[in-house]
């Protein structure tokens, strides 16, 4: 079975899993916003997925490892289109070079977010420009060593009175962790078929 195939197998809704997600550890009030990211996979024989580093001066998520995406803006038709926006914005990925596979399970973040990785298939090799007010970097991990959650440790923090658990990998010395490692272990059990 190709691994496109799997990734439209693993994200059929009867394919459900019991997510992981921060929910457990409620910084809000309950109300969640709505964001988007993609989850690019670049079209080639050894597939590896584009993820961005943000700005170590930013104020929020600063120097974080992520995928492209954003908040879901009032005049996005969809989860989907904000996804492909948000790309757009942050690194110049061609919307009609996406090939949508479909959306995963929610993530619910303790910054409240519930955010929808959208899967896409994207053309190799693409001048990709970072938008240097969001993004400092994007690179491409290769698709076996970011989807094998043996690679990442189990990690623990005290954060707000509670200890709190969430998955951390270095890779060539970006640390990909917390949300964005939460989505990748999410879409791991669905492709491993866990329940």
């Not at 019991?18 to 993609?38: K, M």
């Not at 990925?93 to 596979?101: D, M």
């Amino acid at each position: 079975m190709s691994w496109k195939k799997q990734f439209i197998d693993a994200l059929h809704p009867s394919r459900a899993i019991e997510i992981e997600d921060e929910r457990a550890y409620p910084r809000h009030s309950g109300d969640y916003r709505h964001a988007a990211v993609l989850v690019p996979i670049t079209d080639r024989p050894d597939p590896g997925v584009i993820l961005t580093r943000r700005p170590a001066w930013l104020r929020s998520h600063a120097g974080q490892v992520a995928f492209p995406g954003g908040k879901v803006d009032p005049e996005d038709e969809s989860a989907i289109i904000a996804a492909l926006r948000e790309a757009e914005e942050e690194i110049a990925l061609p919307r009609q070079h996406v090939e949508i596979l479909g959306p995963a399970d929610d993530y619910y973040s303790g910054s409240g977010y519930q955010i929808t990785p959208v899967v896409g298939v994207v053309t190799p090799d693409l001048p990709l420009v970072p938008n240097p007010s969001e993004v400092e970097e994007w690179f491409e991990v290769p698709l076996e060593i970011l989807f094998d959650r043996a690679k990442y440790a189990r990690r623990q923090v005290e954060w707000q009175g509670q200890m709190r658990e969430y998955y951390d990998m270095d890779w060539e010395g970006r640390r990909i962790w917390g949300v964005t490692a939460g989505i990748i272990a999410n879409l791991s059990r669905r492709l491993l078929g866990e329940r």
